[in-house]
């Protein structure tokens, strides 16, 4: 395949690499570049395809890779085209592309580039080439917070993945995706060539590249495994592996190395405040105040971000203050020109930390001191209970009282090596696709987040197979809500529903749909915070009957039109569950739909019905319902956008 652009290229210099566009419409020597770019090669890009009637065709293009973008472009006689670009900070994968077929274009050597919602796949003239795309784009992703735990190694072609055959383009992928173990550690080095426009940036300084990192344990960790690491809370340890994102290899003051989980410790910054007992990053008003409220100390106190991003907030507790001065008060931390930090004027500090220190031996302003850290820092739960342990010894799990039973089996309470509450599924025989579920486990363990119920492990080598996971004191989110019905503020109602949507925010952040998001699959633990579970686990179902769209037990309620009419499953089918969730938690408890029949809902809900707004509800959150259950999945919200709705609500005490 050969275009004007290759042509003129081959004519002006003999080769691909020597000329470039720039933006006046003219073409330039590569030494002209902007010095940031890190490659730039003609390469060839398959079309997107973002709709089903787009054709499929292969174009020669420009590529240009900088530290922030990129960016391909066409050439036209004097001018230069920007034809689209990539923001490197939505970019969830980069890896090269399996394939088995025929390729019709003549670049033979495909890569793929996951961002937002869809793939660009191009193609490289050789294996060299491409190697060098994709390790200098894994480079400058590797910090990125949206990277993907599994992904599609093959091509997604006339409406099917090659890999998996899955239909769904928006399936989740069907392989474990590793940005550290990947092909990225096998490639060959960075050697120059000619065919290549222009080398990488030359090495950063030596003592730069050795500079070890430091970090600090914000919890203890008692290790479980002779490979692990002892953390002790306030200490520093140096990182010497992140070869898995949720377990580091580190080595401690005294010389002694093992592994870590990730969500332990946090890097050693002059600025950085999750150090600190009393700072909680992500908490929003209603939530300070409902902690403050519950630990009902005098002085009791906690530093947030405020709802301006960048500055801070200290909310504080006054429980035997003067007439009118009892309940919670929230002071902005501000700041000067000159970079210091104030409650009172008069008072100004460096940091912070000082500012903390000195308001928790003098009120100065305030309605009393600071005189107890309030935080709602559970240690949060670790992938797996060591490093690459999923299989977990039945012989080391102790079985307690019944905690109820679902579509799987009877799930216990129970002990993990007679010290660790765990919940432990016991899989009826006949009730699952086992083979696939034991595969797809541990990919699930990698799934960690303080809003899903997480799984430790499995017991596969006997049966019945055991799923271990967290335990959650409070049980269903269903019984929960029903059982305390009259007694929940329309505060807390909302927090339930903020827990819930992150939890799933961070399924979609990682592709991976939940398929049977409602209040029964919610659970709640001893501190009342909400978490997402059994995500995912509808695809190993065998009951035909739950299954089915037409089956008894389909949840036809919480299901969508693309759902209930062609089993097409998305994040955006889980954001229309979501809201029925929301429903649900809104009447505390009550049955949507409950005098219709699964037929009678498919029909309302073809017929633009809805269900009605809840009497704890505002307008607001009633509002946010309906963005929910728009009828095309494009015309509702993402998590992440539901998410920052909700933070906004809660922060509105009018809404």
């Given at each position: 395949m050969t275009c004007w652009f290759s042509d003129q290229c081959r004519r002006k210099s003999g080769s691909k690499k020597n000329w470039i566009f720039n933006g006046r419409g003219k073409i330039d020597q590569v030494a002209?570049?902007?010095?940031?770019?890190?490659?730039?090669?003609?390469?060839?890009?398959?079309?997107?395809?973002?709709?089903?009637?787009?054709?499929?065709?292969?174009?020669?293009?420009?590529?240009?890779?900088?530290?922030?973008?990129?960016?391909?472009?066409?050439?036209?006689?004097?001018?230069?085209?920007r034809k689209g670009s990539v923001d490197l900070s939505k970019i969830k994968c980069v890896e090269i592309v399996k394939n088995d077929g025929v390729i019709p274009c003549q670049n033979k050597y495909p890569f793929q580039v996951v961002y937002d919602n869809s793939t660009l796949y191009i193609f490289a003239p050789t294996a060299h080439s491409r190697d060098q795309w994709v390790r200098n784009l894994k480079e400058e992703i590797k910090n990125n917070n949206n990277i993907m735990i599994k992904y599609h190694p093959k091509f997604w072609t006339d409406g099917i993945y090659q890999c998996c055959r899955q239909t769904e383009k928006l399936a989740p992928g069907c392989e474990k995706y590793n940005l550290f173990e990947n092909s990225i550690k096998t490639l060959p080095p960075l050697m120059p060539e000619k065919k290549m426009r222009r080398p990488p940036p030359p090495a950063p300084p030596e003592e730069e590249e050795e500079e070890e990192e430091v970090v600090i344990a914000m919890y203890d960790f008692q290790p479980t495994e002779s490979h692990d690491l002892r953390l002790e809370r306030g200490h520093e340890y140096t990182i010497i592996e992140k070869n898995d994102m949720h377990w580091w290899k580190a080595r401690d003051e005294y010389g002694c190395q093992g592994y870590i989980p990730s969500n332990y410790v946090t890097r050693k910054k002059s600025n950085s405040l999750d150090q600190y007992e009393w700072y909680c990053r992500n908490l929003n008003r209603s939530k300070a105040e409902q902690l403050l409220r519950n630990e009902d100390k005098e002085g009791g106190f906690m530093v947030r971000d405020s709802s301006q991003p960048g500055l801070y907030t200290v909310s504080l507790y006054a429980k035997f203050g003067g007439e009118g001065l009892s309940g919670i008060r929230h002071y902005h931390i501000k700041e000067t020109p000159q970079k210091q930090y104030y409650l009172a004027e008069k008072h100004t500090f460096n940091s912070i930390p000082e500012l903390i220190e000195y308001h928790k031996h003098n009120a100065a302003g305030l309605v009393t001191r600071l005189r107890y850290p309030v935080t709602p820092k559970t240690k949060p739960t670790t992938a797996g209970f060591s490093y690459e342990k999923w299989e977990i010894n039945p012989a080391e799990l102790t079985f307690m009282r019944e905690l109820g039973s679902g579509l799987f089996g009877v799930v216990r309470l129970g002990k993990w090596r007679a010290q660790y509450k765990v919940a432990i599924k016991a899989i009826r025989e006949g009730a699952m696709y086992e083979e696939d579920f034991i595969e797809e486990a541990k990919v699930m363990m990698k799934l960690t987040h303080p809003k899903l119920v997480q799984l430790y492990g499995v017991c596969t080598q006997q049966r019945p197979i055991y799923i271990v996971t967290e335990f959650m004191e409070h049980g269903c989110l269903l019984n929960y809500l029903r059982q305390r019905r009259g007694h929940f503020s329309k505060d807390s109602l909302l927090t339930v529903c903020q827990d819930v949507c992150e939890g799933m925010e961070y399924l979609e952040r990682n592709s991976f749909i939940h398929r049977d998001l409602a209040a029964r699959n919610c659970l709640v633990n001893e501190s009342g915070v909400v978490k997402v579970s059994d995500f995912g686990m509808t695809r190993y179902v065998l009951d035909d009957q739950y299954t089915s769209s037409s089956g008894a037990k389909f949840p036809v309620k919480w299901c969508p039109p693309e759902?209930?009419?062609?089993?097409?499953?998305?994040?955006?089918?889980?954001?229309?569950?979501?809201?029925?969730?929301?429903?649900?938690?809104?009447?505390?408890?009550?049955?949507p739909f409950e005098t219709n029949t699964n037929y009678e809902v498919v029909t309302m809900i073809s017929q633009g019905h809805r269900l009605f707004r809840p009497k704890l509800a505002s307008k607001s959150v009633y509002d946010l319902m309906m963005m929910c259950w728009h009828e095309k999945p494009e015309g509702r919200p993402t998590f992440h956008e539901l998410l920052q709705m909700i933070d906004a609500i809660a922060e509105d005490t009018s809404a």
């Open positions: 002209e570049m902007n010095m940031n770019t890190i490659l730039e090669e003609i390469l060839i890009k398959r079309s997107q395809q973002k709709k089903r009637t787009s054709p499929l065709n292969y174009k020669e293009r420009l590529f240009v890779l900088t530290k922030s973008m990129l960016t391909y472009y066409e050439g036209r006689p004097e001018k230069k085209y759902v209930f009419n062609y089993s097409r499953f998305s994040s955006k089918s889980d954001v229309w569950s979501f809201g029925v969730l929301m429903w649900e938690v809104f009447t505390e408890g009550k049955m």
